[in-house]
């Protein structure tokens, strides 16, 4: 492959990714969400130098036109434009049908019929809601426990749909929690970074026994370059994942000695998500990752966070402190 398309490229993994794969040489076309505002998200962000090697195309993943106009030319596609908020999705699900669901369709229609040598369709580890044995690997069951979780499944079916029917070159990568610099408010360690950096000494959160897999994002970014180049993930679907779980409470308490020692946790009623929905354990597996393709993380946790509370640090004026961001 040397042209690929980026679709989500303007979103938190996606700006990482695009700045990744042209730093390994690729031709990056960014697929941003078209808006009057002419805004490309978090390229925006990035140095003149940069943007001024990317193609921008603004587009709408659920219009099959825009997608298939927008893949004429490349060699592959990342898939990483989606609806992600598993709040907003308990009250507007069509949109992640029509988003997660749709749009996917329309990236693998495109890519069949314009023959394209590699097809990256991204998961999350939501899919496999709480888990029902440790460390979770690819063959662990799937389970909807959100509308935003049950529509990813079903991208990722139709995915390997693709490959088993037409001999698509599928890939269905599966990262687990991902954070770092960019990252909005909606997830939670830039939700507890922010209000400890504004001074706010009672630091609302939902529930604190739930475990989490965090990958920072630059690790996340090299695990979709490394299963791209790899010759033995085709048809695969691949975990992203540390093998290291932490709980939210203990995150929180970890960000609070290092930020604020003297704020306390407040469990707010308004971000604990229904009981049957909650996800309350997630630890993959990372052996498939590592066995196929050259991948291992390259930043500790404990690095990944320093490096996110630096960044958090000089872009506060991105982060509305004062409300709940679903």
Request: proline letters at 5%.
């Amino acid at each position: 492959m040397k042209k690929v398309l980026v679709t989500g490229a303007d979103g938190f993994i996606g700006s990482h990714l695009t700045e990744h794969l042209m730093e390994k040489g690729f031709d990056v076309k960014a697929f941003t969400y078209y808006n009057s505002f002419n805004t490309w998200g978090w390229l925006d962000t990035l140095p003149k130098e940069k943007l001024d090697n990317i193609e921008i195309f603004q587009g709408d993943i659920r219009d099959p036109n825009g997608v298939r106009k927008a893949l004429e030319g490349c060699d592959g596609v990342f898939h990483l434009a989606a609806l992600i908020a598993i709040p907003f999705s308990y009250h507007s699900p069509d949109s992640y049908v029509d988003t997660n669901i749709k749009g996917t369709l329309n990236v693998l229609q495109a890519s069949r019929d314009l023959e394209l040598e590699r097809v990256l369709v991204t998961s999350t580890s939501e899919v496999y809601g709480t888990a029902q044995y440790v460390p979770i690997d690819e063959k662990h069951p799937y389970q909807g426990q959100s509308p935003y979780s049950a529509t990813k499944i079903g991208a990722d079916r139709l995915a390997e749909s693709f490959y088993r029917s037409f001999e698509l070159p599928v890939t269905i990568v599966r990262p687990f929690n991902t954070y770092g610099p960019r990252q909005s408010a909606r997830a939670v360690i830039p939700t507890i970074i922010t209000q400890l950096l504004a001074g706010k000494e009672e630091i609302k959160l939902g529930s604190l026994t739930p475990t989490r897999d965090f990958n920072y994002v630059k690790d996340t970014a090299n695990g979709f370059y490394e299963i791209a180049v790899s010759d033995k993930t085709v048809g695969q679907e691949i975990n992203i994942a540390t093998q290291r779980e932490i709980s939210i409470g203990d995150l929180a308490n970890e960000l609070i000695r290092q930020i604020n020692p003297k704020a306390k946790i407040i469990c707010d009623e308004v971000r604990t998500r229904p009981e049957k929905s909650e996800v309350n354990r997630l630890l993959g597996s990372n052996e498939k990752i590592m066995q196929l393709t050259n991948w291992k993380p390259g930043h500790t946790f404990e690095e990944g966070l320093a490096e996110t509370i630096e960044w958090i640090k000089g872009n506060m004026d991105h982060y509305k402190v004062d409300i709940y961001n679903v």
